[in-house]
């Protein structure tokens, strides 16, 4: 059974960065898609980027400007999404997910193993 557990949520000041990590347990990061997404107070499910099994790396929509690095650490099995210069409009529920595909509501995605999420709050 694969099991994922976000943690590195918080609050921080407009500016700030954070790390979030996503440990998994039953699937190797190396051996699939591994992304992370977002939702906020919009209720939309944004995929903010995934890492391939061959280390390729995409950002999408606007999450490509350099304020968000996605890595993983195969020894460890995770993976972590630095994020810099945050915005009150980072602020959201972030999610990371195996094989999670498009889903409309991050609450309630129908494809891939996910997890529980973890809140990020920036405040102005």
């Known amino acids: 059974q694969v099991h994922l557990m976000e943690s590195g949520g918080g609050s921080v000041q407009a500016g700030g960065s954070l790390r979030l990590s996503c440990a998994v347990s039953g699937f190797r990061v190396a051996d699939g898609e591994m992304a992370w997404y977002r939702q906020g107070s919009d209720n939309k499910c944004l995929k903010i980027a995934h890492i391939e099994y061959d280390v390729r790396v995409q950002y999408y929509l606007r999450f490509g400007d350099g304020r968000f690095t996605i890595s993983r650490d195969i020894a460890k099995n995770t993976v972590d999404l630095q994020m810099t210069s945050l915005r009150p409009e980072d602020t959201a529920i972030y999610y990371c997910?195996?094989?999670?595909?498009?889903?409309?509501?991050?609450?309630?995605?129908?494809?891939?193993?996910w997890g529980q999420g973890t809140l990020v709050t920036v405040s102005s």
């Open positions: 997910a195996v094989h999670g595909g498009w889903p409309d509501d991050c609450r309630a995605p129908t494809n891939g193993d």
